[in-house]
C-alpha cells in the first residue's frame, strides 16, 4: 500500500505537501492538489489506516431512488446497510448524486478527497459518468443492479431476477395463461436490460411463445399505459408482468378504465414488493426484494473487498408473493 512518502518521492515533494493537499490545507494550489490527488489515487493510496479515535467513512451515492421515508425504495436498502456497518465503527455518509455533480471529480478523486474508504452505489444509470469510473475504479465500490466486469475493487448485489422472473411465468403458465406480455421501464438501466432478457428466457423455459411484440419498454409509465397496454392487449395477452411495482399499479388502473376485470380478464404481476403493492385494488402479485436484506448484503460484499476479496456478484433469491391481482385464465381473449 504506498504511503505519504512513497507519493512525495514520486513527485518529488515534501510528505509535508502531500498531507496538506489530502487534508484540503487552504494554502496548496488547487494544480498542486490536483497532481497530487491524482498521483495518489494512482498509486492505490487510501485512507483506510487512520487513527483510533477518528471514525473511518463510508458513503452510500444515491441517484434516481427515494430513500428518506419508510415507505421510499432506498430506505430499507440503506438501513440494512447501516445497521451493519455503524456497529462495525464506520460512519456512513448518505449522499444524493446527479450526473452533473459526477462531472465535477472522478470517482476515485472524490473519495480520496473526502477520506471515504468504500461505497454503495444505488439508482446509477449506464449513462452516468462514474460508471465509466468503476471499471478501472482502485477505491471499493458494491453497486446494487449493476454489474462491472473485470474490475475487483466493485461488487454486484442484487436479487436472482432470472428467479424472480421464472417464478413469475411459471405462476401464470399454471393459472393457464399462454400468451404473457412484457411492460418495462426503459432499457437504459441495467437491471431493466437483465428483466427484459430474464422475461423471454423465462417464456422459453416454460414452452410458451416467446415474441419481442408481447414487450413493451418506456421511461415513461404513461406511455406504457398509452401505447403498449392497449397493442398487448389487442394481442391477446392475458397475463401481464411489469419491471416494476409502479408499472404494474398502473396497469391495474388503466385495465380497469378499459372496463376489464382484474384478475378476471387479465392477470397482473409487478416486481420489487414495494409497501404501496398490498394495498393497489386488487392486491399485487409480484416479485419481492428483501431490501433489508440487500443492504446487509452490500455491507458483507464492502467488507471483502476492503480485506482485499474480490467478489464479483452477490444475489439473493428472489420470492414470488401471491394475492388477488393474478387467478385462472377464464376464457382466450
Excluded at 491524482?38 to 477518528?54: F, I, N, P, S, W
Excluded at 444524493?96 to 471529480?105: A, G, N, Y
Excluded at 414487450?215 to 392497449?230: D, N, R, T, V
Amino acid at each position: 500500500m504506498a504511503t505519504l512518502q512513497d507519493i512525495a518521492e514520486k513527485l518529488g515533494i515534501s510528505k509535508g505537501t502531500v498531507s496538506k493537499a489530502l487534508n484540503g490545507a487552504p494554502d496548496i494550489s488547487e494544480t498542486s492538489r490536483k497532481i497530487i490527488l491524482e498521483t495518489a489515487v494512482e498509486m492505490g493510496y487510501t485512507k483506510l489506516h487512520r487513527q483510533k479515535d477518528v471514525p473511518k467513512k463510508l458513503c452510500v451515492l444515491i441517484e434516481n431512488i427515494e430513500y428518506e421515508e419508510p415507505h421510499h425504495f432506498g430506505y430499507d436498502l440503506i438501513m440494512g446497510f447501516r445497521q451493519l456497518a455503524e456497529p462495525a465503527g464506520y460512519q456512513v455518509d448518505v449522499l444524493p448524486f446527479t450526473e452533473k455533480l459526477q462531472k465535477l471529480t472522478p470517482y476515485d478523486i472524490f473519495m480520496l478527497e473526502h477520506d471515504y474508504v468504500g461505497s454503495f452505489v444505488l439508482g446509477f444509470s449506464l449513462s452516468d459518468p462514474w460508471m465509466k469510473d468503476f471499471q478501472t475504479s482502485r477505491t471499493p465500490a458494491v453497486l446494487y443492479d449493476n454489474y462491472i466486469q473485470s474490475n475487483p475493487n466493485t461488487t454486484y448485489i442484487g436479487i436472482d431476477n432470472n428467479e424472480g422472473m421464472e417464478l413469475a411465468v411459471e405462476h401464470l403458465k399454471n393459472l393457464g395463461h399462454k400468451k404473457i406480455g412484457y411492460l418495462s421501464g426503459a432499457l437504459g438501466a441495467y437491471i431493466m436490460q437483465v428483466r427484459h432478457r430474464a422475461f423471454f428466457h423465462a417464456l422459453r423455459q416454460n414452452g410458451l411463445k416467446s415474441d419481442p411484440t408481447y414487450a413493451g419498454s418506456s421511461y415513461y409509465i404513461s406511455e406504457c399505459m398509452q401505447k403498449h397496454l392497449p397493442r398487448l392487449l389487442n394481442l391477446g395477452v392475458t397475463g401481464l408482468i411489469c419491471s416494476h411495482d409502479q408499472i404494474a399499479n398502473a396497469a391495474i388502473v388503466q385495465c380497469q378504465q378499459l372496463e376489464l376485470h382484474v384478475p378476471k380478464d387479465i392477470s397482473i404481476i409487478g416486481f420489487d414488493d414495494l409497501p404501496i403493492s398490498a394495498y393497489t385494488s386488487p392486491p399485487m402479485t409480484t416479485v419481492r426484494q428483501e431490501r433489508a436484506e440487500l443492504g446487509k448484503c452490500a455491507y458483507y460484499a464492502l467488507d471483502s473487498l476492503l480485506n482485499k476479496v474480490s467478489i464479483g456478484t452477490m444475489l439473493l433469491h428472489a420470492q414470488l408473493i401471491v394475492r388477488n391481482s393474478t387467478g385462472p385464465l377464464v376464457s382466450e381473449t
